[in-house]
């Protein structure tokens, strides 16, 4: 049973590193209300998902962190009707409560006849969202499996890897701005490489998500499970186990194209290379590992390390995914 208030709590369990101190309350939230009843005190406030790309600092937050459990989902299919609920059904913008509109008001016709929606409440879990598709054979979250985020957290940060990402498969968000549910269409999300524009107080609480039916064989194997698994057989093979954030780095940028972080972190001969319990890891060297009670400061004096040497060797600057948060 999770607790909706937990004081002096450790932020290490509330993120993928398990780095952090301690924070003065937390709040667990399941729905709007109790989002919007959360936000209501004067103070610092931090709103957070799984943790995955945040970095807690060693001395906590002073303040109270809201952690996002919403995390209903609603299964449509292409005329808007129910094609499946999961925990329960989920308030949208506009009026939308929890109901798709038809394709054609997306500007589509009968071709669209192959198109499902999805609508997931900011805290449903990425891989949990894509092994749901997968198993009703809808295609455009095959890529997703292995990354440990929110929906919420995809969104601001528009996650992808083989190729996809978010800003491929959303029709809108839905942010709470100002006190009020407002829904954001996919133009004025501002999504990039690795982000998006969103307001710095917006909070994400859902996304409508675009998916297409996946195709059968001859042999009957769904080509969306077919690529679902040579995914995850392909992270398997390149990234390390243990405690960590994923990747640390963007690709840094080099004339209109990329070079990938993990290739000029390894140039600078940095694979391997440890900070106290922190390590940049030998088989894959834009992932650092907490290897057992590593502190926050030792994975910073990593990534400072990983930036000036790259920019020092190559002239190249490396741009962080991870976030630090809380009191450094």
């Known amino acids: 049973m999770i ?13 993928t590193y398990r780095i952090g101190g301690r924070v003065r309350l937390l709040i667990n939230v399941f729905d709007l209300e109790g989002l919007m009843r959360a936000l209501e005190p004067d103070g610092k406030k931090l709103v957070i998902g799984r943790g995955s790309k945040l970095l807690f600092s060693d ?18 299919d292409y005329v808007g009707q129910k094609s499946g609920i999961i925990e329960g059904g989920v308030r949208g913008s506009c009026g939308r ?24 409440e900011a ?19 095959e890529w997703a499996g292995g990354i440990p985020g929110t ?5 601001k940060m ?8 978010m800003s491929q498969i959303i029709d809108y968000v839905d942010v709470l701005r100002g006190g009020r549910v407002v829904g954001v269409c996919p133009a004025d999300c501002g999504f990039g490489y690795r982000r998006s524009s969103f307001y710095k107080d917006d909070i994400i609480i859902g996304a409508m998500i675009r998916l297409s039916r996946g195709r059968t064989r001859n042999d009957g194997m769904s080509e969306v499970k077919l690529r679902q698994d040579e995914n995850r057989l392909k992270r398997a093979a390149a990234q390390p186990s243990g405690f960590s954030c994923g990747s640390v780095f963007k690709a ?11 290739s000029l972190i390894d140039s600078c001969g940095l694979r391997g290379l440890s900070m106290g319990a922190a390590q940049i890891s030998q088989k894959h ?12 400061s030792d994975i910073l004096t990593l990534i400072r390390t990983a930036k000036a040497e790259g920019y020092l060797r190559s002239g190249l600057r490396l741009n962080e995914e991870v976030i630090p948060a809380g009191d450094f």
């Open 3 to 15: 607790k909706r208030f937990e004081e002096n709590a450790l932020l290490s369990e509330y993120c």
């Open 59 to 76: 001395a906590g937050y002073d303040g109270t962190v809201i952690v996002m459990r919403m995390e209903r989902i609603r299964f449509l």
């Open 97 to 120: 409560a929890g109901v798709c509109a038809p394709a054609k008001m997306f500007g589509c016709g009968d071709e669209c006849s192959d198109e499902f929606r999805i609508y997931a």
């Open 158 to 165: 528009n996650a992808g890897a083989f190729g996809g990402d």
């Open 151 to 155: 929906v919420g957290g995809a969104v």
């Open 285 to 296: 060297a834009n992932f650092f590992i907490n290897n057992g009670g590593a502190r926050a």
């Open 252 to 262: 840094a940028l080099k004339d209109g194209g990329q070079v990938s972080a993990w």
């Open 123 to 141: 805290g449903v879990s990425l891989p949990f969202l894509s092994r749901l598709a997968c198993e009703r054979a809808l295609s455009g979250l």
